[in-house]
């Protein structure tokens, strides 16, 4: 089969497109023809040598994916050869096959073609554990969202609307803030001109917000706990900004606050806390919402897994808004 490859770690001009082994279908896996997978933001760190694969996982990028089922291995049910579906991957999406554990499997939402569906797993499984699950948002919170118009902010800034929260997001231009204020968020930050924590005070009357979902990291930390509210969770997902800052402990047991820090990939594949929990938890409290059209997945273009590297570049200069799709070639 032929697969993106990269020939050493480096930008995006490493990447190439060529011929690797066919993927093997283990016992409890399926193997998937892939119609499309998703770039994000942890592909851009394994390119560069930073974020390698969990032991086990393919070495090929791509941490999502949708397609037929073209083999089902041992011991699998409720799964069979030509069924649509979309997973979550520990790797190997930028490719024609790729073998998935069964429990990451989703089906195919009704409604949504099948290459779009690939823009799914990763931020649903993403928000829905970290948002929901983890720092618990409900009806009436105030949440922040970092770059909203990510693949992340898109899908958080409709799952926590949806959820009756009031939403605040942050973004780079009025056009991104703008596609926000559509997507559901109320309040909307232009990190280039506002400071973030000063907004939050004055639309809250100083109370803060109760959930923050982060992708900076380091250089968000000081400032997104001033942002949270008394009895806050503060979620991390992402290191954009670094990975070490100072934390004021005092400030924290004050507000009698919480900071976590997550990584999806890193999850087994089954057992407490792992990918299949979550996405089994993701098909019963997202798919239907996903299958009337009350959650949907944005998509701001669809390129050939050739031009994996051009991906690659738009999303390092976060010129898109939603997710950037890889077809294979026909």
């Not at 490859?5 to 066919?22: K, N």
């Not at 933001?41 to 791509?62: C, H, M, T, V």
């Not at 409720?78 to 096959?97: K, Q, S």
């Amino acid at each position: 089969m032929r697969a993106v490859t990269i020939a050493e770690p480096g930008g995006p001009e490493v990447l190439g497109w060529g011929e690797v082994p066919d993927p093997v279908c283990g016992p409890g896996e399926v193997v998937v023809d892939v119609a499309a997978t998703a770039v994000n933001r942890a592909d851009l760190l394994q390119r560069q040598g930073f974020y390698p694969p969990p032991p086990g996982a393919s070495e090929i990028l791509g941490l999502e994916c949708s397609g037929i089922v073209s083999e089902v291995g041992e011991g699998v049910t409720g799964w069979r050869v030509g069924d649509e579906v979309c997973a979550l991957l520990a790797g190997g999406g930028y490719a024609e096959r790729v073998a998935v554990p069964a429990g990451q499997l989703l089906p195919r939402p009704a409604g949504v073609e099948l290459a779009t569906a690939a823009g799914l797993p990763e931020v649903t499984c993403t928000v829905w554990s970290n948002v929901f699950l983890l720092a618990g948002l409900t009806r009436g919170d105030c949440f922040l969202v970092h770059g909203g118009s990510s693949g992340i902010g898109t899908m958080a800034i409709q799952l926590a609307a949806r959820a009756g929260a009031r939403v605040f997001t942050t973004a780079g231009s009025a056009e991104k803030l703008e596609f926000c204020r559509e997507l559901g968020a109320e309040v909307l930050i232009n990190y280039r001109d506002e400071d973030f924590v000063e907004r939050v005070r004055e639309e809250t009357d100083g109370a803060g917000v109760d959930v923050v979902l982060d992708n900076m990291g380091a250089k968000y930390l000081a400032r997104n706990v001033d942002a949270l509210a008394v009895g806050g969770r503060l979620v991390s997902i992402g290191m954009q900004g670094g990975t070490k800052a100072e934390l004021d402990l005092g400030l924290l047991m004050r507000k009698r606050a919480s900071v976590h820090a997550t990584t999806l990939r890193s999850r087994p594949p089954a057992g407490p806390g792992g990918k299949a929990e979550i996405v089994a938890a993701v098909r019963h409290d997202v798919w239907p919402d996903v299958e009337r059209g009350v959650v949907r997945p944005i998509i701001d273009r669809r390129l050939p897994m050739s031009r994996a590297a051009e991906a690659h570049r738009v999303v390092e200069a976060s010129e898109h808004i939603g997710k950037v799709l890889l077809l294979p070639e026909d």
